[in-house]
């Protein structure tokens, strides 16, 4: 059966594909914010796909190609969700910072959230993809993550989220009401993300390479906020103060002096970099992803992934030459 909406024709295999593919980053957008985990994401979007596929013979065009498609993976990501954990960060495990001397242990039985890369998908002006903002959504049971994503995201009217989630424009709106009064409680919304690098920012960042290359501590901390927080899972330990951070890197960071080059990118749409470390042979390998919160000129978190598979989904290298600081 051919079907048509106002611009978008899916008549034959070509036409989905063609029509359906304009969609995929942001659908991976949506289905990362539902699932905290790019891999995960991936996935999804692959299953909407084939379900889309499918069904698109039945498409009858009440809503365009996009609405629908967003139905399905909405649907998708909360039949994934049945039963699982939440993915969090150390600092949503509700556990007190830790002090720099405590001996770190990692606890790979935890599932743990994962950064996006920026290139994968839509990061929109404002777009709530950022980590802080996902790590929050959460804590939010999976229908209510939904209903947020699906009301405050993409600004679908509340009787299209209950037709999406076969459920009542009341029970959407109550839903929503909860979902928001977790989300203060974070102090996280929309209007809280950061517009684009400005050229102070950017000098910093740079001298924050500089000091890792350096193992400058001071300088370290001196681009620190006075409260900030650093975290790394698998590690479920959390740290808070820039002089702690500062003595944490000095104690448990194996590298030394011209021992840590990074690599620039970025993840849901903050300033992230790629940290190697030197081999005994003299060249550099992937060590750890970190992804920086701004405040101002100085950086208030540092969110920091030791999973190595992020640097091929972040297109970063795989080894560094030993030559590569110069």
């Given at each position: 059966?051919?079907?048509?909406?106002?611009?978008e024709t899916l008549s034959t295999d070509d036409d989905f594909q063609g029509v359906a593919n304009k969609y995929r980053r942001e659908l991976l957008a949506h289905c990362y914010r539902m699932s905290g985990s790019v891999y995960e994401a991936e996935d999804l979007v692959q299953e909407t796909y084939l379900r889309a596929w499918r069904g698109y013979h039945d498409f009858e065009g009440r809503?365009?190609?996009?609405?629908?498609?967003?139905?399905i993976a909405t649907n998708v990501c909360l039949t994934n969700l049945e039963g699982r954990d939440r993915r969090p960060m150390p600092t949503g495990l509700g556990t007190s910072d830790s002090p720099a001397e405590q001996k770190l242990e990692a606890d790979n039985e935890i599932?743990?959230?994962?950064?996006?890369?920026?290139?994968?998908?839509?990061?929109?002006?404002?777009d709530t993809i950022r980590l802080a903002f996902?790590?929050?959504?959460?804590?939010?049971?999976a229908r209510q993550r939904a209903v947020l994503i699906l009301r405050d995201v993409l600004r679908w009217k509340a009787a299209e989220v209950a037709e999406a989630?076969?459920?009542?424009t009341a029970a959407v709106n109550s839903a929503l009401q909860r979902a928001h009064a977790q989300m203060e409680s974070a102090a996280l919304t929309a209007d809280t993300v950061e517009e684009d690098l400005t050229v102070p920012q950017k000098q910093m960042l740079d001298k924050y390479v500089d000091a890792f290359w350096r193992k400058d501590i001071d300088a370290i901390v001196g681009m620190l906020t006075e409260e900030a927080v650093w975290e790394m899972p698998p590690f479920p330990g959390w740290y808070k103060g820039a002089e702690t951070i500062g003595k944490l890197i000095d104690i448990n960071c194996p590298g030394g002096a011209n021992d840590?080059?990074?690599?620039?990118?970025?993840?849901?749409?903050?300033?992230a970099f790629g940290l190697y470390m030197r081999t005994p042979e003299g060249d550099f390998v992937p060590f750890q992803l970190q992804v920086l919160e701004l405040a101002g000129d100085k950086v208030r978190h540092v969110r920091v992934?030791?999973?190595?598979?992020?640097?091929k989904t972040f297109g970063l290298p795989d080894r560094l030459p030993a030559d590569h600081a110069s």
């Open positions: 059966m051919s079907t048509t909406t106002s611009s809503s365009s190609v996009r609405t629908w498609l967003y139905r599932t743990w959230l994962e950064p996006v890369p920026d290139a994968a998908v839509v990061v929109a002006e404002k996902v790590a929050a959504l959460q804590h939010l049971p989630l076969e459920t009542t840590m080059p990074m690599v620039a990118t970025m993840a849901n749409g903050e300033p992934f030791f999973e190595l598979e992020l640097f």
